[in-house]
């Protein structure tokens, strides 16, 4: 058994109730969104937090709640205080808890995502072996799932494949698994060039891997290149995607609100013949031809 305390606080106060929490003896302290105030995209080695901001403590089963809670009273105002959520967690494995929400999932017709030691009851699958990590990307989110279905169903033999902000590289490892030559990977995160070369690693594809920091260019032009990334980011690096794409190669944009998608289309107008856009729960993929020149 475990004991868990938490509290909603403005964000200035929660470094405050963090620090209390630590010097209270907590085993571990977590921050979260409290309200409903997603934070998409934040750059790497940045923490912000959410205008409410929930904070929760990990604490031994048999510390005393009573004292716990006369710590905080004593330490906050009790506008704050009064708020205190205590609860008693039973004991679980942890470690793989998250598989119960994380199954196999299949992109188009034969590419399956699946956590190590799960297969999926189809004689035809192709599974990509990824557990959940540090960077984005399992395939949960329509943004990654877009672009995983336009892979599937690709003709990618023979092909060099980019894959721009690979945050765990599940592209890459995919377009390799479904037929590419060769992979190029990019990212501006450090913790993300890193889970690409492991969960290259793991499915057998690093040989046909290059991994590459995002000011380094590529070796060559890409036939193919997909950017899973946020809409204002993507209209930014539009001269620099359309400088790795080779004429009559193909780019795939996703990471964009249906909202934004006529913005982003107009931006990469300037070098791609742009095809309309395919869309998923509120999000959407476009797809572009590159033009000579
Ligand atoms: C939404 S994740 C996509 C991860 C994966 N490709 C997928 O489809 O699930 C976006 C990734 O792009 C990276 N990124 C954001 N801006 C970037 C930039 N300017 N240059 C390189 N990488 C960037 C982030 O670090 C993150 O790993």
Do not use: Y
């Amino acid at each position: 058994m475990w004991l868990q305390l938490s509290l909603t606080a403005a964000k200035e106060q929660a470094p405050l109730i963090e620090a209390l929490f630590e010097n209270m003896g907590a085993l571990s302290v977590t921050l979260g969104d409290a309200g409903d105030e997603p934070i998409l995209e934040p750059g790497p080695g940045e923490s912000p937090l959410w205008r409410a901001t929930r904070v929760t403590a990990l604490f031994e089963g048999d510390r005393d709640p009573d004292q716990l809670r006369t710590l905080v009273n004593q330490s906050l105002n009790a506008d704050v205080s009064r708020q205190l959520r205590l609860e008693r967690l039973e004991d679980q494995a942890w470690e793989r808890a998250w598989l119960e929400d994380f199954h196999p999932m299949r992109f188009g017709r034969r590419l399956w995502v699946c956590p190590a030691g799960r297969r999926p009851d189809a004689d035809d699958a192709l599974i990509l072996e990824l557990d959940p990590g540090l960077a984005f990307g399992t395939g949960t989110h329509p943004t990654t799932a877009l672009c995983l279905e336009w892979l599937d169903g690709a003709d990618l033999s023979g092909k060099t494949v980019i894959d721009f902000g690979c945050g765990s590289g599940i592209l890459a490892v995919a377009a390799l698994l479904l037929g590419a030559d060769r992979a190029i990977a990019t990212d501006h995160d450090p913790q993300a060039l890193e889970a690409t070369r492991a969960n290259a690693g793991k499915n057998g594809v690093a040989s046909r891997l290059t991994l590459l920091e995002p000011d380094q260019a590529p070796p060559v032009r890409g036939d193919i290149l997909l950017a899973n990334i946020l809409a204002g980011t993507l209209i930014g690096l539009e001269p620099v995607l359309a400088s790795r794409v080779k004429a009559n190669g193909r780019i795939v944009l996703s990471g964009i609100l249906t909202a934004q998608a006529a913005e982003v289309s107009r931006a990469f107008g300037r070098h791609f013949g742009m095809l309309p856009p395919q869309a998923r729960e509120g999000w959407v993929a476009l797809e572009g031809v590159r033009l000579a020149g």
